[in-house]
């Protein structure tokens, strides 16, 4: 019986490390479908809602404030928590405008100070893939 929990569970812990690894390499494919859309980092961007959300590395996330604008939040380092969630939100510390630094990335009690705001072309994105698809 003894052997049996302990051989589960070393299974169980191959099974986890396996899933992060696909999981990295999934967030890596889509960051890399982003990249070459990203423009110069900026202070901040108004926000009124978080539209949708996309994990895309350990650090990196992906919120679209509107259906039409997107941003890359680079988020500090210390952000175990990140990698694993199911739901994000964000901090706005001045009225309707979420700023590098000052304000932060939250998942559930945790939160994480954003280091980094890249806007994404997403219109120049979307023609792109339009005329690949002709």
């Known amino acids: 019986m003894k052997y049996r929990v302990m051989g589960f569970f070393a299974l169980a812990v191959l099974a986890m490390g396996t899933a992060q690894a696909d999981t990295r390499a999934t967030q890596q494919k889509s960051l ?53 969630a199911h739901g994000i939100g964000l901090t706005s510390q001045q009225s309707h405008q979420v700023s590098k630094r000052l304000d932060y990335v939250t998942i559930a009690r945790d939160r994480c100070r954003i280091e980094e705001i890249r806007p994404i072309d997403t219109a120049r994105m979307e023609e792109e893939q339009r005329a690949k698809r002709k």
């Open 32 to 84: 890399d479908k982003y990249t070459p859309y990203l423009k110069a980092p900026v202070d901040g961007f108004t926000f009124w809602s978080l539209y949708k959300w996309r994990l895309v590395g350990p650090q990196k996330v992906v919120v679209w404030s509107t259906i039409k604008d997107a941003y890359l939040l680079t988020v500090e380092a210390n952000c175990p928590k990140l990698e694993w």
